[in-house]
């Protein structure tokens, strides 16, 4: 009789952990989503943002293809790909950091009524996906928790859990101020 509730609690407990580590790892990947969905509306303002600059400097060629090319990089990462997407969203902020300094030199391009939506847009929205990689990295940090953690990580290991990878820069480059020279 001892024997049978000492395997009933021992069920139970493996149930509980097993479930707790299900629960880690689907609001991980919401989590992710989120970011996702956040990366693919600042991609989508881009196009626009570039169509409104290009008007004002035309000779500025190369920082116009420089955001496209990081543009088109970042979104071919797969999805998945947690510390890639990082690095290819690191280096697109660093160039639209440049496309953003050209404005400083066009008066008329801060004047314009469309540039000044589009950037206002693009500040929210930077806002938001900060505050969804903060979001995702808490779920990735808890799920990492009951991954390693003993005795959860008997289960994890058994069911094949895995780590979450944190959604940070890498690149200290990708840190720094962008340097934009005329």
């Known amino acids: 009789m001892i024997g ?27 989590a992710w989503s989120g970011i996702d969905v956040q990366l693919k509306r600042r991609a989508d303002l881009i196009p626009n943002l570039i169509e409104t600059v290009k008007g004002y400097a035309a000779h500025e060629k190369s920082t116009f293809e420089e955001v496209i090319a990081m543009r088109n990089r970042a979104q071919a990462v797969p999805a998945g790909d947690v510390e890639g997407r990082a690095q290819a969203e690191g280096a697109l902020s660093q160039a639209l950091g440049k496309l953003f300094a050209l404005a400083e030199a066009y008066p008329d391009l801060k004047a314009n009524e469309n540039f000044a939506e589009l950037q206002r847009s693009l500040e929210t929205i930077e806002g938001e996906i900060q505050m969804s990689r903060r979001y995702y990295n808490g779920a990735a940090r808890d799920l990492n928790v009951k991954v390693e953690s003993f005795p959860s990580n008997l289960i994890a290991n058994a069911f094949r859990f895995v780590k979450a990878g944190y959604f940070e820069i890498t690149n200290d480059a990708d840190r720094a101020v962008p340097q934009v020279k005329f």
């Open 4 to 30: 049978l509730a000492i395997a009933v609690v021992v069920i139970l407990y493996l149930v509980f952990v097993y479930n707790g580590l299900v629960k880690a790892r689907q609001i991980a990947e919401e």
